[in-house]
């Protein structure tokens, strides 16, 4: 109907393939850190048939639209970091992917009652949500020391309100409290997953 379409592919790009064409989208962001570029770089795709109006206005930087110097070493280690990625893409995904399994096996085995938050297996490689029964994921981690997870999601960590994205998935009060988000990346190692199961396992014999 005319309406632009934006994807916001910052926890997709360098976890799995994106292909804007056949996505079929007018506008696409990519978060430079969420794939070891420097923090503060980001790219925007936009649609031949998409105009934008100028972020900044004065010189014609960008194309255009948004007026300043450059960050050139930001935008060569986005570059080099995309480069990088879609090299090791695959591999990658398949180790993400089996120590996220790995950890949520662990997790089920410590609580059959943990549930995952999301479709089994259409998910990213890296990222395992679940909800853990009748408590509450702030609390457990707090308890957790030298472990960094979340309870949302990266944009909103440090609000205490239940996601508003579980929700929508009926979850429900008593779920989305319990909600924990672990994120991996390419340099997460198997003893780290390890620990986090053993750090989950005293917090948890603690709070029974």
Do not use: W
Not at 33 to 58: C, E, M, T
Not at 135 to 151: E, F, R, W, Y
């Amino acid at each position: 109907r005319g309406v632009p379409f934006h994807s916001d592919a910052a926890q997709t790009v360098g976890k799995l393939p994106v292909d804007v064409t056949r996505l079929g989208v007018d506008l696409l962001t990519v978060a430079g850190h969420k794939i070891y570029a420097p923090k503060g770089v980001g790219a925007l795709f936009i649609s031949q048939d998409r105009a934008l109006q100028p972020l900044i206005h004065g010189a014609a930087h960008e194309s255009g639209r948004r007026a300043g110097t450059e960050n050139v070493a930001g935008i060569v280690g986005l570059g080099m970091a995309c480069e990088i990625a879609g090299q090791v893409l695959e591999p990658a995904g398949k180790r993400m992917a089996f120590l996220r399994d790995r950890l949520h096996q662990g997790l089920l085995r410590l609580n059959d009652r943990i549930v995952l938050n999301g479709h089994p297996t259409e998910r990213l490689p890296n990222t395992l949500n679940v909800s853990f029964p009748g408590g509450s994921g702030a609390d457990i981690l707090a308890q957790m020391d030298d472990v960094a997870a979340s309870t949302g999601s990266a944009c909103h960590d440090r609000r205490l309100a239940i996601s508003e994205v579980l929700l929508a998935m009926g979850a429900g009060q008593e779920r989305g409290l319990g909600s924990v988000r672990f994120s991996l990346g390419r340099f997460t190692t198997e003893d780290e997953i390890d620990f986090v199961l053993a750090k989950l396992g005293q917090v948890m014999k603690g709070n029974r």
